[in-house]
C-alpha cells in the first residue's frame, strides 16, 4: 500500500520561513510522481497552491513554493502570514497505478 | 474563469445510494479529468476517481470500484458521481474537481478548480 508521508504539524513566526515535506513510503519522490501541495482552512474547499512539483496555481503568492529536497517533496512558505495558518495537503501522483494518493496533512501553526 | 458547483447537502440511510452532481462553467481545455474527492470529519481528502470529459473514459480508486459510478449528462456540463451500499464511514464532504493539460496535451496529474462541496450524511 502507498502512504504518502507528511509531518503532522509545524509552526512558523509570523514572517519566518517553513518547510513542509512530502514523502513515499516506498521510496523517493521525484517530479515523476508530479507532488502538488493544496492549502485548506477549517469548513472550506482546498485551494490548489501548487502543480507538478514548483508550478504555482493561480492566483498563488510568489510566497509560496515547491521542490524536490532530496528524496522528498517540498513546499515552503517564505515571509509567513496569519492566514497562512491552515492544513496543507500534498499529493503524488502513482503513474503505475494511475492513481492519486494523499497524504495525511501538516497543520501549520502561525505564532 | 472555470467554476464548479455542486448539488446540496444529503442525508440517507445505510444501504442506500446518493447522486452527487457538480455543474461546469468556463472551462476551454479540449479535454479535462473531472476528479472526484471525499473528505471525512477531521479526516484527510481521499481520492475517489475522475471521469473525463471528451471520452468519457473512468479511473475509479480500487477501494470504491463496484460502489462508484461516475458520468456526465447529455449536455456534458454536468458530472455526477453516485456512490452505492452506503455505510456510515461513507459520511463525508464530495467534492468535485478539475484537471487540465498543457498546450501539448500532457495532463497535469494534479487538480486545479475545486468545488463548494456537498456534505453526504449516512445514518439511520
Known amino acids: 500500500q502507498t502512504v504518502v508521508t507528511q509531518e503532522p504539524s509545524f509552526s512558523v513566526s509570523p514572517g519566518g520561513t517553513v518547510t513542509l515535506t512530502c514523502g513515499l513510503s516506498?521510496?523517493?519522490?521525484?517530479?515523476?510522481?508530479?507532488p502538488s501541495w493544496y492549502q485548506q482552512t477549517p469548513g472550506q474547499a482546498p485551494r490548489t497552491l501548487i502543480y507538478?512539483?514548483?508550478t504555482r496555481s493561480s492566483g498563488v503568492p510568489d510566497r509560496f513554493s515547491g521542490s524536490i529536497l532530496g528524496n522528498k517533496a517540498a513546499l515552503t512558505i517564505t515571509g509567513a502570514q496569519a492566514d497562512d495558518e491552515c492544513d496543507y495537503y500534498c499529493?503524488?501522483?502513482?503513474?503505475?497505478?494511475?492513481?492519486?494518493?494523499f497524504g495525511a496533512g501538516t497543520k501549520v501553526t502561525v505564532l | 474563469q472555470v467554476q464548479l458547483v455542486q448539488s446540496g447537502a444529503e442525508v440517507r440511510k445505510p444501504g442506500a445510494s446518493v447522486k452527487v452532481s457538480c455543474k461546469a462553467s468556463?472551462?476551454?481545455?479540449?479535454?479535462?479529468?473531472m476528479h472526484w474527492v471525499r473528505q471525512a470529519p477531521g479526516q484527510g481528502p481521499e481520492w475517489m476517481g475522475w471521469?473525463?470529459?471528451?471520452?468519457?473514459?473512468?479511473n475509479i480508486a480500487q477501494r470504491f470500484r463496484g460502489r462508484v459510478t461516475m458520468t456526465w449528462d447529455t449536455s456534458f456540463t454536468t458530472a455526477y458521481m453516485e456512490l452505492s451500499s452506503l455505510r456510515s464511514d461513507d459520511t463525508a464532504v464530495y467534492y468535485c474537481?478539475?484537471?487540465?493539460?498543457?498546450?501539448?496535451?500532457?495532463?497535469?496529474?494534479?487538480?486545479?478548480?475545486w468545488g463548494q462541496g456537498t456534505m453526504v450524511t449516512v445514518a439511520s
Open positions: 474537481a478539475t484537471e487540465g493539460h498543457s498546450d501539448s496535451g500532457t495532463f497535469y496529474r494534479a487538480v486545479d478548480v
Open positions: 468556463g472551462y476551454t481545455f479540449s479535454d479535462y479529468y
Open positions: 471521469i473525463s470529459h471528451h471520452f468519457r473514459a473512468t
Open positions: 516506498t521510496g523517493s519522490v521525484s517530479t515523476s510522481y508530479y
Open positions: 507538478s512539483t514548483d
Open positions: 499529493v503524488l501522483y502513482i503513474q503505475s497505478d494511475d492513481k492519486y494518493v
